[in-house]
């Protein structure tokens, strides 16, 4: 009897060690999650604040780095121009200083006029990544305008005989187009929900569901790869033709493409509760995480077809939106699903957050993220910053730090 309760004793005192031991190791994981979080934003927050310092004309928004090494800075029209304000936002988010409220708040109303240009789909990037951002954080009563006036004008862009909104008003004469169709135009999708949704008037949202439809029909093949332009017949709707423009190949798959698609669809699901954009997203998703061309530390090469030839640049900022989709698609799918997109962000962003990608504090002419690719078959911003890859890292982390309670 005595031998029987001392074996209980010794069993119960080594599963207690045992548990000790477990929960030790849990909060160590959990800390080095966080330290990499922290060390991300906290470099971020001081290369903004560079970036401050370095410029503080607002008609100057900083987009890349040119092959001499200068900074580009862009205007208003240019479809990178939302990114910086929202970057402000989003360190605003992390810190709760006022100091970057007032600097967002600034930069943001530099792009106030872009809220009636309908020469373009970008609208939606440019107005939801600033003032969309402005008005998740802080509520900004006069926001909802711009916001709905956006809307108004990337609604102008519409054709209901094709099922979507048209995103470039140039390349008839050199690139054959009659209304083309790129998968990034998914994005403009999220600022016609938020107008539905400040305006009770349906028809953004209507829209954004018939374009997120059509591209499902029309810009993926089989394996859930997307193509990047779709050119329509506006008269009849009928699909001229599939090719490419920042790809390798009509058929490739360019990665920050496929970035977009996943980006675009997650909230699509989000928005309406379809259940076909949920699948969307996963089919997207799967066809990423599963893609054999993908580096080891999984920033994926500019196209994926390109993967393993010498030479290729990686895009950083395709990583960043992917990270930034899976965790927002982790949330919305079934556990096992979840899990895997989870653990695949958490991947990206460890990668991201080492000095490979992540720059040195004053280096990098002041941007967040080295490695990132914009248009290689035009010879342009290969292997530099990009803002907008800047952008989605920080909306990532933050989506992380905000999941995990880091
Ligand atoms: N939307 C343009 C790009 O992704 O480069």
Redesign the pocket.
């Known amino acids: 009897m005595y031998r029987k309760q001392l074996s209980i004793f010794i069993s119960a005192i080594v599963l207690l060690i045992f548990l000790s031991g477990n929960i030790g190791c849990n909060k160590t994981v959990q800390q080095e999650k966080k330290d990499y979080v922290e060390k991300s934003l906290v470099r971020a927050g001081e290369q903004l604040s560079l970036m401050l310092e370095t410029n503080n004309d607002t008609t100057k928004l900083p987009r890349s780095v040119d092959e001499n090494g200068n900074t580009i800075y862009v205007p208003s029209r240019n479809?990178v121009s939302g990114f910086y304000p929202g970057c402000l936002w989003l360190m605003y988010e992390y810190s709760k200083d006022n100091k970057w409220k007032e600097e967002a708040i600034k930069w943001t109303s530099a792009l106030s006029k872009e809220q009636y240009n309908t020469n373009t789909h970008?609208v939606g990037?440019m107005i939801y990544c600033s003032y969309g951002q402005g008005y998740r954080l802080e509520g900004i009563k006069e926001y909802e305008t711009v916001i709905i006036n956006a809307a108004r004008s990337l609604a102008t862009r519409y054709n209901d005989t094709v099922g979507c909104t048209k995103s470039w008003s140039w390349g008839e004469k050199d690139q054959g187009w009659s209304f083309p169709v790129?998968i990034?135009n998914m994005?403009n999708m999220e600022l016609l929900f938020k107008a539905s949704e400040l305006s009770g008037d349906e028809t953004y949202k209507n829209i954004a569901i018939k374009h997120a439809k059509t591209t499902i029909k029309n810009h993926f093949r089989d394996d859930y790869s997307s193509y990047h332009v779709v050119d329509y017949n506006p008269e009849t709707g009928e699909v001229n033709r599939k090719r490419t423009f920042?790809g390798n190949s009509d058929e490739s798959a360019w990665a920050?493409?496929q970035a977009?698609g996943l980006y675009g669809f997650t909230f699509c699901y989000r928005e309406t509760a379809d259940p076909e954009f949920l699948q969307m997203a996963e089919n997207i998703a799967d066809y990423i995480i599963h893609q054999p061309s993908t580096p080891e530390d999984l920033i994926p090469v500019w196209d994926y077809e390109m993967f393993g030839k010498e030479g290729e640049p990686r895009d950083a900022?395709a990583a960043a939106i992917i990270a930034s989709a899976l965790i927002e698609l982790s949330t919305h799918s079934e556990r096992t699903k979840a899990d895997e997109y989870f653990h695949y962000a958490e991947k990206i962003l460890e990668s991201l957050s080492t000095d490979t990608y992540l720059a040195e504090k004053g280096t990098n002419n002041n941007f967040i993220l080295k490695h990132c690719t914009?248009?290689k078959p035009h010879n342009s911003e290969i292997d530099v910053p990009l803002i907008?890859g800047d952008y989605y890292f920080l909306e990532a982390l933050l989506r992380l730090k905000n999941l995990k309670n880091l």
């Open positions: 479809w970008d990037f790129i990034d994005m920042q920050r493409g977009w900022s914009g248009h907008y």
